[in-house]
């Protein structure tokens, strides 16, 4: 089958056709196009495997290729160990210039020594034309996500891989327990099962709702070959987080110390603009009782107060009044909590001003 070179590619062939010594007579040149003509060689990834070659008289075109840094390409075709390279009958013919190619796709990345000889058949002695190849690794990326990060040990989270590739390939992925280290290969990988060799080629998402308790867990993830490959297109490990749920809120307060009685002792009859003694006892559902007590009177349809006190620690607060106008006086005795108290507590008395 004949091809054409596109651009670059083809200018280059033909280069070094021109610019190699003319001693040496025939030529071949060997390259890898991708779809846009460009000599890009790559494991894993289809390429037109072409051959630019020139001979002066009718002969065949024979290439083999094999591991660079054994022996020399070997005299003859049939005596050299290297692999054929071309499909069967494994030559192509050729008088004057040609330009054959087939497509194909090679499995290892690194350099391959190609031989070529230009010749009447595979036993027949020629110089051969040595070529050195490096077929790259294809590319590829692998990011991962978690949602939310970190997670709650004991409440579901997601997982995220997103991923793109070159080359086909099937994609694996684990989630390896907290102090464990993802394996070479997903076959002798120890983590949960997330992905098992799922087939991609191009662009590919993937997510995976766990639970876990706490710890440091490990996405593990390879795109290769099969479950076994050690030498993956892609590799890569991804920390997952995931924290104790937090503490649970503080206790509330204790129930408010609500008074439950203000005991009021003052006398009944109080002399004009004399000072009085006015003691107050309070009692409470639970603990002492704390805060302030206060003296009002009940003057112009309004209450007036007229004198306060603190509680003391045995419940009692002392206050003094002094009345000024004589008659029957409305008193109110008020006992005002502090803290977190329910309400105050009032007891009313009426007295005679004299």
Same mark, same amino acid.
């Given at each position: 089958?004949?091809?054409?070179?596109?651009?670059?590619?083809?200018?280059?062939?033909?280069?070094?056709?021109?610019?190699?010594?003319?001693?040496?007579?025939?030529?071949?040149?060997?390259?890898?196009?991708?779809?846009?003509?460009?000599?890009?060689?790559?494991?894993?990834?289809?390429?037109?495997?072409?051959?630019?070659?020139?001979?002066?008289?009718?002969?065949?075109?024979?290439?083999?290729?094999?591991?660079?840094?054994?022996?020399?390409?070997?005299?003859?075709?049939?005596?050299?160990?290297?692999?054929?390279?071309?499909?069967?009958?494994?030559?192509?013919?050729?008088?004057?210039?040609?330009?054959?190619?087939?497509? *194909?796709?090679?499995?290892?990345? %690194?350099?391959? @020594?190609? $031989? /070529? +000889? !230009? =010749?009447?058949?595979? #036993?027949?002695? &020629?110089?051969?034309?040595?070529?050195?190849?490096?077929?790259?690794?294809?590319?590829?990326?692998?990011?991962?996500?978690?949602?939310?990060?970190?997670?709650?040990?004991?409440?579901?989270?997601?997982?995220?891989?997103?991923?793109?590739?070159?080359?086909?390939?099937?994609?694996?992925?684990?989630?390896?327990?907290?102090?464990?280290?993802?394996?070479?290969?997903?076959?002798?990988?120890?983590?949960?099962?997330?992905?098992?060799?799922?087939?991609?080629?191009?662009?590919?998402?993937?997510?995976? *709702?766990?639970?876990?308790?706490? %710890?440091?867990? @490990?996405? $593990? /993830? +390879? !795109? =290769?070959?099969?479950? #076994?490959?050690? &030498?993956?297109?892609?590799?890569?490990?991804?920390?997952?987080?995931?924290?104790?749920?937090?503490?649970?809120?503080?206790?509330?307060?204790?129930?408010?110390?609500?008074?439950?009685?203000?005991?009021?002792?003052?006398?009944?009859?109080?002399?004009?603009?004399?000072?009085?003694?006015?003691?107050?006892?309070?009692?409470?559902?639970?603990?002492?009782?704390?805060?302030?007590?206060?003296?009002?009177?009940?003057?112009?349809?309004?209450?007036?107060?007229?004198?306060?006190?603190?509680?003391?620690?045995?419940?009692?607060?002392?206050?003094?009044?002094? @009345?000024?106008?004589?008659?029957?006086?409305?008193?109110?005795?008020?006992?005002?909590?502090?803290?977190?108290?329910?309400?105050?507590?009032?007891?009313?008395?009426?007295?005679?001003?004299?």
């Amino acid at each position: 089958m004949a091809y054409h070179l596109k651009g670059g590619a083809l200018l280059a062939a033909l280069g070094a056709l021109v610019c190699a010594p003319t001693a040496l007579g025939d030529r071949s040149v060997i390259t890898n196009l991708d779809a846009a003509g460009r000599d890009d060689p790559v494991a894993l990834v289809p390429r037109t495997f072409t051959v630019v070659a020139n001979t002066s008289v009718k002969k065949r075109v024979l290439i083999k290729y094999r591991a660079v840094g054994g022996a020399p390409c070997a005299p003859s075709a049939n005596s050299d160990s290297g692999t054929w390279a071309l499909q069967w009958p494994y030559y192509f013919e050729i008088n004057g210039d040609k330009t054959t190619g087939e497509v *194909k796709t090679w499995s290892t990345t %690194g350099p391959l @020594m190609f $031989c /070529t +000889w !230009l =010749a009447d058949n595979g #036993s027949s002695v &020629a110089t051969p034309i040595t070529q050195t190849i490096t077929f790259r690794s294809p590319t590829s990326t692998i990011d991962a996500s978690q949602s939310p990060s970190p997670a709650t040990a004991g409440a579901d989270f997601i997982i995220g891989a997103s991923l793109t590739t070159e080359a086909p390939a099937r994609f694996y992925a684990t989630l390896a327990n907290p102090g464990v280290a993802c394996a070479g290969t997903f076959g002798s990988d120890s983590g949960s099962e997330l992905t098992d060799g799922t087939e991609v080629n191009g662009t590919a998402s993937f997510q995976w *709702k766990v639970n876990r308790p706490a %710890g440091t867990y @490990m996405l $593990c /993830t +390879w !795109l =290769a070959k099969s479950a #076994s490959d050690t &030498a993956p297109i892609a590799r890569q490990s991804f920390p997952i987080s995931v924290v104790a749920p937090p503490a649970p809120p503080p206790p509330p307060p204790p129930p408010a110390k609500a008074a439950t009685a203000v005991g009021v002792a003052f006398p009944s009859s109080i002399r004009l603009r004399r000072l009085v003694a006015i003691r107050a006892r309070v009692s409470a559902t639970s603990g002492t009782p704390t805060g302030m007590c206060y003296a009002d009177r009940f003057i112009s349809r309004r209450w007036e107060p007229i004198a306060s006190g603190a509680v003391a620690s045995n419940g009692i607060c002392r206050m003094t009044v002094r @009345m000024g106008r004589r008659g029957r006086e409305q008193l109110r005795v008020r006992y005002r909590p502090s803290g977190n108290f329910l309400a105050s507590v009032s007891r009313y008395r009426s007295v005679r001003v004299r």
